[in-house]
């Protein structure tokens, strides 16, 4: 018992150090210091993190759960090319991604995605897969709303968790679990994606929320049941300012804008869902007073950016623009996405939000990670 102690004493010693010399590559100047000098996570003391998710999370699983995946751009530069030098590693951005940047705080590795048959997954897992759902396959294809991607929904995801939980704890996993952060999402994004572009009428779509947040509780609760204490629900971005949509629905009807130039009914449907998932959330703490569960304001943390944007190093005038693709107003094109053989990309994608008109680059994520922690680290309930 005693050496185990130890060695998890000297890999925590180990992610520190490795810790403090990625901090002097990620801030480049004074002003973007975007992690203090003692990580404020740490003081939680989490050992290990759990990830359930989609694209906006996923560290490489999609890359190996299918050939579709191994096929697809997330598989190859320029996706990965700002931190991973010259290789990709499946996450859908040009470095690393919101989760990447907890793990930095909480002083500890990278997740390796669940599907890595090589992985080390002695401080936790990631389960996340890009293009995922929270509803499985079968109820999306009910609704005619089709996902070509992947079948990997939140409940497969919760049976990987499972799978993995049996595997790697001797006896009853709750007691280590009480010292690890889970991550349920974000999710829940995709159905109403697919639903959009698939031509679905928005009554349709808004109709669907209710369901889908309950099947995000449901697995919260059976989170909780493997011995869960701390979990993290991210709610979604305002949609209404993603390229891809902007493209999709755009418009000469100048009502359909708000001040940040999204579209409002999109951003509107983000909107019903977060409200009917904090509500959710709510009442789920009613039922666990004992079980720390904290709403991710993932919609403010998008309009802080956003509306701060050019303070933070942004180009004011790409804010709605993709880094990596093609087309007119957004530089978006369905046909050409980002990976498409001659597809140029922006000279500096740190001063773009958004990197391929569907996710969000390296230096977007590290400041919504910044603005996300500094939101909940007060919720989490650490002792100081």
């Known amino acids: 018992m005693a050496l185990a102690i130890r060695v998890l004493d000297l890999l925590r010693v180990l992610s520190i150090v490795s810790f403090l010399v990625l901090l002097q590559f990620l801030q480049k100047t ?29 560290t490489g699983n999609f890359i190996r759960e299918s050939l ?33 940047f907890i793990a930095l705080e909480c002083g500890l590795p990278f997740l390796n995605p ?18 995922a759902t ?27 968790m499972s799978s993995h939980f049996k595997s790697t704890c001797s006896t009853e996993c709750s007691e280590d679990l009480k010292k690890a952060l889970f991550l349920v999402g974000e999710i829940g994004g995709n159905e109403f994606n697919y639903g959009l572009l698939q031509g679905k009428p928005m009554e349709e779509l808004r109709a669907m929320v209710p369901e889908v947040v309950q099947t995000i509780i449901n697995a919260v609760k059976t989170i909780i049941g493997f011995g869960a204490v701390r979990i993290v629900i991210p709610g979604n971005f305002p949609i209404g300012c993603i390229p891809n949509l902007l493209t999709t629905f755009l418009t000469n009807n100048s009502t359909a804008y708000d ?40 919609y403010n943390a998008y ?34 996405i980002c990976g498409a053989p001659g597809l140029q990309i922006c000279t500096d994608p740190s001063t773009y939000i958004s990197w391929d008109g569907i996710h969000l680059t390296q230096q977007a994520y590290k400041w919504l990670a910044r603005w996300l922690i500094d939101n909940m680290l007060p919720k989490l309930k650490c002792q100081a």
């Not at 004074?30 to 203090?36: E, K, M, R, S, T």
């Not at 999109?266 to 904290?294: R, S």
């Not at 993709?322 to 007119?328: H, K, L, R």
């Open 259 to 298: 001040d940040n130039h999204c579209l409002k009914d999109l951003n509107d449907l983000a909107i019903l869902y977060n409200h009917h998932l904090q509500k959710a959330i709510q009442e789920l703490k009613k039922g666990h007073p004992n079980i720390t569960l904290v709403y991710g304001d993932y």
């Open 30 to 58: 004074d002003a973007q210091v975007l992690i203090p000098e003692v990580p404020t996570l740490m003081k939680c003391k989490f050992e290990k993190i759990y990830q359930l998710g989609d694209s906006l999370s996923d």
């Open 68 to 100: 579709v995946g191994a096929f697809s751009p997330f598989a190859k530069l320029p996706y990965g090319e700002n931190f991973f030098q010259n290789k990709s590693t499946g996450r859908c951005s040009d470095g690393l991604l919101i989760i990447d």
């Open 114 to 131: 669940y599907k890595d048959q090589n992985g080390n997954f002695t401080h936790g897992a990631n389960f996340a897969v890009a293009g």
């Open 303 to 336: 309009l802080w950016l956003l509306q701060n944007a050019a303070n933070l190093g942004f180009d004011k005038n790409s804010l709605l623009k993709a880094c990596c693709g093609i087309g007119e107003k957004y530089n978006y094109d369905k046909s050409r």
């Open 134 to 160: 929270v509803l499985p396959g079968e109820i999306m294809a009910e609704k005619k709303i089709s996902n070509s991607v992947t079948n990997s929904s939140l409940n497969v995801q919760l049976d990987w």
